[in-house]
C-alpha cells in the first residue's frame, strides 16, 4: 500500500482518505503523560531523541491515523537563536522579549549555533522514520514567521499581541529584520528534519488571522512563499502544508501567494465554500472543531459527516481546524477514525 497522505499532496488519487489530527501526541493520552514525567518536562522531552520518538509514535498505536508528526514545538527555533523560553507548567511558554533593533542584532542565525541546539531533533526525526510503517508519512513542521515573532516579542502567549500588531502598523525596522531572520532559520530547520527522513512540512501560522489587507501580505503571505520557494529548490519533490489560521475568504490569496501544495483551515471556514475555491487550487486539510471531540457521539459525528460529504475524497485530508484539546477523551478519537473509515467504504 502507498502513503495516502504523501500521495493526495503529490496529486495522486489516494487508496483511502488520509486523517491525522494536529496535536495528535499529546496530554488527552495518558501513556504520553506517562512519558513527560519520565523525561522531566515538556523541552527535555522535545531534545531527548528516544522520548520524542515514543510519543511521536503513541497515537499512531491506537488509531488508525496515515501520518506521524515529529514531537517538537514550534519555538524550538527562537530559542536556537538565543531566546531563551521556558514551558511554565499549567502557563505555557515564556520567552525573553525581543522589542528593538538590538535585540534582534543579538540573536544568532547561523546554521552552525542552530544545529547545535536543534540536532537532537533532527535525531528523533531519523529515529522516527526508522520505525514507522512503510503506509504511514512522516510530518516535519515549524511556525511561520509571524507567529514565531508574535511569542518573541509577547514573551508568550497572549490574548491580542498587540505589541506585534503595533510594530507591524508601524512597520518597525527591527520587526523586518525578525521576520528575515526567522524566514533564514526556519528554512535551515525544515530542510535539515527533510535530510532526516520528513516527507511532508507544515508550516503553522497560527496568529496569521491578526493580520490583514497590506499586513497579511507583507508579514505572512510573504515570508512564507520565500520558504516555500526556497524549499522548492532544494527538496522539489515534498510537500509543504500551510495553516494561516484565521484568515477566512483570505485562503485563497494564501495558496495564490505562497504555491503550497495542501491548505489546512480553521473551523469556521464554510466546507462548500472551500471545496469549491480551494480545492480546485490545493489539497484542503480540515476543519472539524476540537471541541467536538470532547463531546464526542452524534454532535462530533454530525460535523464529521457534513465535512465527509462536502469534500471529495482525492482532495481532502481530514483533520482538526485547530489542536486536539487536552480533555478529549482518547475514545472519541477512536469513534471518530472509526466512523471516517466506514463514511468511506474502507
Ligand atoms: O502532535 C503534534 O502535533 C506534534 C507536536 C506539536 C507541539 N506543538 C507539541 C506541544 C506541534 C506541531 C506544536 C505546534 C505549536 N506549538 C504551535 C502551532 C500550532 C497551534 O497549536 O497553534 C504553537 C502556537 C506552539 C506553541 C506552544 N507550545 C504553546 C503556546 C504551548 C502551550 C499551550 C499548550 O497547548 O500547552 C505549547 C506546548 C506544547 N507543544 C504541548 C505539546 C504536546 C503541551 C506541553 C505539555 O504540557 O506537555
Not at 512503510?134 to 498587540?162: D, Q
Not at 495542501?262 to 475555491?277: F, H, K, L, M, Y
Request: aromatic share 8%; charged share 25%.
Amino acid at each position: 500500500m502507498k502513503k495516502p497522505l504523501l500521495e493526495i499532496l503529490k496529486g495522486n488519487a489516494p487508496s483511502r482518505r488520509p486523517v491525522w489530527l494536529m496535536r495528535q501526541a499529546g496530554r488527552y493520552l495518558p501513556e504520553y503523560m506517562e512519558v513527560r514525567s519520565q523525561a522531566g518536562g515538556f523541552l527535555e522531552l522535545c531534545y531527548t531523541p528516544e522520548f520524542a520518538c515514543e510519543v511521536t509514535l503513541q497515537p499512531l498505536r491506537r488509531f488508525d491515523f496515515d501520518a506521524a508528526i515529529l514531537f517538537a514545538d514550534i519555538l524550538l527555533v527562537p530559542q536556537a537563536m538565543g531566546c531563551d523560553l521556558e514551558f511554565l507548567v499549567n502557563e505555557g511558554p515564556s520567552l525573553r522579549k525581543i522589542r528593538s533593533d538590538k535585540d534582534v542584532a543579538g540573536l544568532a542565525w547561523d546554521i552552525s549555533t542552530l544545529n547545535k541546539t536543534l540536532s537532537p531533533v533532527y535525531e528523533s526525526v531519523s529515529l522516527i522514520r526508522a520505525n514507522l510503517d512503510a503506509e504511514k508519512t512522516l510530518i516535519g513542521f515549524c511556525g511561520a514567521p509571524w507567529t514565531v515573532a508574535t511569542y518573541m516579542i509577547e514573551g508568550g502567549t497572549s490574548t491580542e499581541r498587540a505589541m506585534s500588531r503595533l510594530a507591524a502598523f508601524a512597520n518597525e525596522s527591527w520587526l523586518n529584520e525578525l521576520i528575515d531572520k526567522l524566514v533564514y532559520s526556519s528554512v535551515e530547520y525544515l530542510s535539515a528534519q527533510v535530510r532526516a527522513g520528513a516527507e511532508v512540512l507544515q508550516i503553522f501560522d497560527t496568529w496569521a488571522g491578526d493580520l490583514s489587507g497590506n499586513l497579511l501580505t507583507r508579514y505572512c503571505f510573504d515570508p512564507i512563499s520565500r520558504m516555500r520557494a526556497e524549499l522548492k529548490i532544494r527538496h522539489p519533490d515534498v510537500p509543504v502544508i500551510g495553516f494561516a489560521r484565521g484568515i477566512g475568504v483570505s485562503q485563497t490569496d494564501f495558496v495564490d501567494a505562497t504555491g503550497v501544495d495542501g491548505v489546512s483551515i480553521e473551523w469556521p471556514v464554510n466546507t462548500r465554500w472551500a471545496r469549491d475555491n480551494l480545492c480546485p487550487r490545493c489539497v484542503v486539510q480540515g476543519n472539524l472543531d476540537p471541541l467536538s471531540l470532547i463531546g464526542g457521539g452524534e454532535g462530533m459525528l454530525d460535523a464529521a459527516r457534513q465535512i465527509l460529504t462536502d469534500f471529495p475524497m482525492n482532495r481532502h485530508i481530514f483533520n482538526l481546524g485547530h489542536g486536539i484539546r487536552k480533555e478529549t477523551s482518547p475514545e472519541h478519537v477512536s469513534d471518530l477514525v472509526d466512523f471516517i473509515r466506514s463514511h468511506d467504504g474502507r
